[in-house]
């Protein structure tokens, strides 16, 4: 029987504190879920974690609804879960034209998960790195357009003066470990990253961003924003597979979860392995091809850990 402490959290981009209702639901599209039964399982939280959004408000919201974290009005429904966002493993932003209305949803939706017990952990993605620093590279038109023009798009980056540079300064992760059992970057982790430790590399990442400089190494490849040798099976299965084995050992985890490298030519969750990678950026947004998903992994109060992929055709262990 699912515990009265049952938790789900869920991990995303972010929008202003106390902003509006969005009132977009004409036009979403409803997804069917079918139903999945917890009834065999203790389970004590639940974790939700999405893959890059992309500035694709409207997959944004379908994906959260999928996961049942927010209502038809876009309101936190997800109770005690906690959502990680790997966009939400980092890259709320760029390639679509909507990054006001994501960041705008998810400062709504912090403080309401918190009020409910939840929580929303944000992570660094290349893309914000990208824009605090100024590259503008993968920026859209009609996205520059949306903030009034180049200028104001900037300002509103600005980590010491504008609204989104300022809340992705002071609240996104480069690294997160969840409860001791998974860890999560936008990107592949690396060994020599790894052994310095999470606390070390979320420091290093505010300390650089704070002193405006972009262009460190912990911000280039094989840092944790950049890096895709795991994704990419750059060494073969061996080499890969062991060093997944030496990151799990540096941070004490079972699994490790990153975005950043699209798999939508399968629209599903890559793992590798046997369970101790995962790449969660499956192309959610429309600019991939809309390919919504999400990792579930539900603590149980045995210690151990159920992980499943969330589709819109229903629920699956991996």
Not at 29 to 39: D, F, G, M, Q, W
Not at 120 to 144: A, P, Q, S
Request: net charge neutral; proline share 3%; hydrophobic share 40%.
């Amino acid at each position: 029987m699912v515990g009265k402490s049952f938790v789900a959290a869920l991990v995303c981009a972010v929008a202003l504190v106390g902003a509006a209702p969005l009132d977009r639901s004409a036009e979403l599209v409803p997804i069917p879920v079918r139903p999945v039964n917890l009834a065999a399982s203790a389970v004590a939280h639940r974790i939700v974690a999405v893959g890059d959004i992309h500035s694709d408000v409207k997959a944004c919201v379908g994906v959260l609804k999928m996961a049942g974290l927010i209502d038809s009005k876009e309101n936190w429904i997800g109770g005690t879960n906690t959502f990680i966002s790997t966009a939400k493993n980092g890259d709320l932003v760029d390639r679509g034209s909507d990054t006001i209305a994501v960041y705008k949803l998810f400062q709504k939706l912090r403080p309401q998960a918190a009020a409910a017990g939840g929580e929303i952990i944000n992570l660094l993605g290349n893309h914000e790195v990208m824009n605090m620093g100024g590259d503008l590279r993968y920026v859209t038109k009609e996205d520059i357009a949306s903030f009034g023009g180049s200028s104001k798009r900037k300002a509103a980056w600005d980590v010491k003066s504008g609204w989104i540079g300022q809340f992705v300064s002071q609240n996104f992760k480069i690294t997160h470990i969840q409860n001791g059992h998974t860890v999560f970057s936008h990107g592949d982790q690396h060994p020599d990253w790894a052994k310095l430790g999470v606390d070390t590399l979320n420091k290093m990442s505010y300390d650089n961003i704070m002193a405006g400089k972009f262009k460190e190494p912990i911000f280039k490849t094989p840092g944790p924003l950049w890096n895709r040798a795991l994704a990419e099976n750059e060494g073969g299965d061996k080499v890969t597979c062991a060093d997944i084995e030496t990151i799990k050992k540096y941070y004490g985890v079972k699994r490790l979860v990153s975005g950043h490298t699209a798999q939508d030519e399968t629209g599903r969750i890559l793992s590798r392995c046997n369970g101790s990678y995962m790449v969660i950026d499956t192309g959610i947004s429309a600019y991939y091809g809309t390919h919504y998903s999400a990792l579930e992994i539900l603590e149980m109060t045995d210690g151990t850990q159920g992980v499943y992929a969330i589709y819109p055709s229903g629920k699956s262990p991996i």
